[in-house]
Every structure is written in C-alpha cells, then in structure tokens.
C-alpha cells in the first residue's frame, strides 16, 4: 500500500513547474502590487500594447481597460459571453490625436504576447476570491 500522503500545495507546485518549463513567466499573487478589484496586470497589459502598437497614452490604456472589464448587470453566462467576444474581436479606439486604431488583445501570429502564471492571485467579487492558479496572457486573466 502506499503511504504517500496527497498535499494541495503539492499538485499546486507541480502545475506552477509545469508551465514554468514552457516558457511562462512565474509570478506569486503576493508580489503583485494592485488593489483587489484590479484583475488586468496593467504592467504586462502595457508592455504588451506597447511590444505591438507603440506607446498609448493613459486615457487610451484606460479606453482598451474599461473596455474589457465594464459588465453589464446580465447573468454571469452572458458577462462571460460578451468578455469572450470582445477579447477575441478586439477593439477600435479613438486615439488622443482624432485617429482610429484597431487594437487587437492577443497576437495569435507572432511571439508579441506575455504569459504569466501567478499562484494565490486575490480578488475581489462580491467577497474576496483567492484561486490557487490563475493563468494571464497579455496581463488579462484566461
């Protein structure tokens, strides 16, 4: 028989290897410095706008932020549903200078993104939240 005494914090660390071994970035919730409503990693979100379509002022970061975040008071289906088609068709914003930009949230044909893995990543929603693993790309949790 075996005597292997199965630990949550065991299968956690295994998962946190696993994608540590293939070239994510590993980051623990506690490192991170944000209020617990925050759920976008504003500096990976930044970096990764930045790699792709240059600098963006504040307002338009704030723009492509709200964008993603902003839900309406529907049922959690289709919250879920509406994120899920705004992150997949990306956003025209109206840039500081008049013009339009097409932003698209995730480069699905170059190496452009940022993959973060983050253990013990607190939120809050209705009370606060706290998964075991959260997995980001581009700074937006998936």
């Not at 410095?33 to 379509?53: A, G, Q």
């Not at 509406?82 to 170059?110: A, H, P, W």
Request: proline residues 1%; hydrophobic residues 35%; negative net charge.
């Amino acid at each position: 028989m075996n005597n292997y005494k199965y630990y949550e914090n065991d299968f956690e660390l295994a998962v946190l290897e696993i994608f540590a071994n293939n070239d994510w970035i590993y980051q623990c919730g506690y490192e991170i410095h944000r209020t617990n409503e925050e759920i976008i990693l504003k500096e990976d979100f930044v970096s990764y706008i930045e790699k792709r379509y240059g600098v963006l002022s504040e307002k338009e970061i704030h723009q492509l932020i709200s964008y993603i975040t902003s839900y309406s008071n529907q049922s959690l289906y289709r919250s879920m549903k509406e994120t899920y088609k705004r992150l997949v068709n990306g956003k025209v914003i109206k840039m500081d200078d008049g013009t339009d930009k097409f932003i698209e949230f995730f480069d699905l044909l170059s190496n452009n993104n940022v993959f973060k893995v983050v253990n013990q990543f607190e939120f809050s929603e209705y009370k606060n939240r706290r998964p075991d693993i959260v997995l980001f790309v581009n700074g937006i949790p998936i």
